[in-house]
């Protein structure tokens, strides 16, 4: 189905996929890192997360959007409140949930992922 078909114009198609945070204007890696960046998070720390995780996978924490490994495993995004704000700072790995998370459970929940994606190997 297209546009015309739907009766939508493009901007009506721009509009949704740049309002709903879950779609996207590029493909993301394989394992989708979302980094929460409001308030609470940003208190508890989840800068300096977003920051460890893009230096850890070789990516630019500075660039605006989502930044993707070159081989298409990992993609790191900052987003809007996650809804735990009282056990900041939270993150997702595509649709796992994860609180309080330090550097070091960040770590761990990379090497569990890469492990994982080695045994399906
Ligand atoms: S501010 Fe991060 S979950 Fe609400």
Same mark, same amino acid.
């Given at each position: 189905?297209?546009?015309?078909?739907?009766?939508?114009? %493009?901007?009506?198609?721009?509009?949704?996929?740049? +309002?709903? %945070?879950?779609?996207?204007?590029?493909?993301?890696?394989?394992?989708?890192?979302?980094?929460?960046?409001?308030?609470?998070? /940003?208190?508890? !720390?989840?800068?300096?997360?977003? /920051?460890?995780?893009?230096?850890?996978?070789?990516?630019?924490?500075?660039?605006?959007?989502?930044?993707?490994?070159?081989?298409?495993?990992?993609?790191?995004? +900052?987003?809007?409140?996650?809804?735990?704000?009282?056990? /900041? %700072?939270?993150?997702?790995?595509?649709?796992?949930?994860?609180? !309080?998370?330090?550097?070091?459970?960040?770590?761990?929940?990379? /090497?569990?992922?890469?492990?994982?994606?080695?045994?399906?190997?």
């Amino acid at each position: 189905m297209d546009c015309e078909q739907a009766e939508l114009q %493009p901007i009506n198609i721009y509009e949704l996929v740049t +309002f709903y %945070p879950m779609f996207h204007q590029r493909p993301t890696g394989t394992h989708h890192l979302r980094v929460c960046r409001t308030l609470s998070c /940003a208190l508890g !720390g989840s800068y300096t997360l977003h /920051a460890h995780l893009c230096k850890k996978l070789g990516l630019d924490a500075h660039a605006h959007g989502a930044q993707t490994t070159e081989d298409g495993e990992f993609t790191v995004e +900052f987003v809007e409140c996650l809804a735990s704000c009282g056990t /900041a %700072p939270v993150m997702m790995c595509n649709d796992k949930f994860y609180e !309080g998370v330090s550097e070091v459970k960040a770590d761990e929940i990379v /090497a569990k992922v890469l492990e994982a994606a080695e045994m399906r190997e």
